[in-house]
Each structure stands twice: as structure tokens, then as C-alpha cells.
């Protein structure tokens, strides 16, 4: 009789640490659900992603590098086409050699939009050029979308507006007889909208 207490009780710190295990799991579950519907969103992966400047790849350097939504008011040429369209500018610090660096749109879905844009460069400069959209200096160049068309009557099939403000400008280079590398990407945010 003198050992009355109950078998089956369970030791007070058993019990918490059983809690404390469920708690953590619970946890580990919401945070596992949150993370999964965060990737799923639209643009979840592109989200304010930039590499931060400068880049570096395979002998050339950009020193700096931005991408926007551009308005097309006081631009003739683009006012019949589209409200807004991506643009970007990089700046060349130095490159060694010869070769190009290649840009690429991407639309919201993640499709490629337009052909690569190829921007020469040889002995640490760009190659000058100003033709149909794409403004080169030895240093800097501004590029449009629509200078990935060759064709201005498929560019008018793309046309842009503020309804998908997350595309993406991929940047490439591929100095002369090496393969192209990556050199850095830019989400094009809504600055002018």
C-alpha cells in the first residue's frame, strides 16, 4: 500500500519536451507553406534581383548598370508602338581584347522577347555606334527593347506597357574565339511610372 502513485503519469519535463517537439514541427510546417506559396507568386524569383555592379567576367568590367520602364511621351518613334518600354545602360570600365557584350529582354512570364543585342568592344572601349535605337559611346551604352527586333513589325507584337512592370535584361559577354559568360542581370523596375 505504500506505493500508490499511479503508473501511468507521464514526468512533467516528458511532457514539455513532447510540446515543445510539436511546436517546433507546427513551425517548421507554416514556414515550409510560406516559403512554397512565396515561389509560386508571379515574379517571385525576379523580385527587386540585381547583381550589384561592378561586374566582372572573362576581361571586361561594367562599372555601372540600370534597367527602367521608360515612357514613350516626347519620343516619337515610340509613341505610336507602346506607353512604356524596358531600357537599360551599362558603363564599360575597362575590357581586354576584342569581342561583344550581349543583352537579353525577358517578359514577365520569363519568355525572351526580341533577339540578343550584341554591343562590340575592342582594346577597353565600346565600338561607337548610333543607329536605330542604340545609342554607343566608347564608355556607355543605352539599349531599348526594341533594338532586339529586326523587324519593327514584330516589335509592334511586344508592346509594353505598366501592366507588367517585372521583365528582366540579362547581360552575357564572349570575348573573340572563347565562349560567351555570364556577366550580370537587372530587374527593369516601374521608375517612370
Not at 506505493?3 to 519535463?13: E, F, L
Not at 514541427?25 to 512565396?38: D, G
Not at 515574379?43 to 568590367?61: C, D, F, L, M, S
Not at 540578343?116 to 539599349?143: C, H, M, P
Amino acid at each position: 500500500m505504500q506505493d500508490q502513485t499511479p503508473r501511468n503519469k507521464k514526468h512533467p519535463k516528458q511532457s514539455n519536451r513532447l510540446w515543445g517537439l510539436a511546436s517546433l514541427l507546427m513551425l517548421l510546417a507554416s514556414l515550409t507553406y510560406i516559403w512554397s506559396i512565396i515561389n509560386k507568386a508571379p515574379h517571385a524569383e525576379w523580385r527587386n534581383i540585381y547583381k550589384p555592379t561592378p561586374w566582372k567576367a572573362a576581361g571586361v568590367k561594367i562599372s555601372e548598370a540600370e534597367a527602367l520602364w521608360k515612357s514613350s511621351v516626347g519620343d516619337a518613334r515610340m509613341e505610336l508602338r507602346a506607353r512604356y518600354y524596358p531600357t537599360g545602360r551599362i558603363k564599360l570600365d575597362s575590357a581586354e581584347g576584342e569581342g561583344i557584350i550581349s543583352v537579353l529582354f525577358f517578359d514577365d512570364a520569363g519568355n525572351q522577347v526580341g533577339d540578343r543585342v550584341n554591343i562590340s568592344y575592342k582594346d577597353g572601349k565600346f565600338t561607337a555606334r548610333n543607329d536605330y535605337s542604340l545609342q554607343v559611346t566608347e564608355d556607355e551604352a543605352i539599349i531599348r527593347l526594341e533594338d532586339g527586333f529586326q523587324n519593327p513589325d514584330l516589335y509592334k507584337l511586344h508592346q509594353a506597357d505598366q501592366e507588367a512592370p517585372l521583365w528582366r535584361m540579362e547581360f552575357e559577354c564572349q570575348p573573340v574565339g572563347k565562349k560567351r559568360t555570364y556577366l550580370g542581370h537587372l530587374s527593369i523596375l516601374p521608375h517612370d511610372l
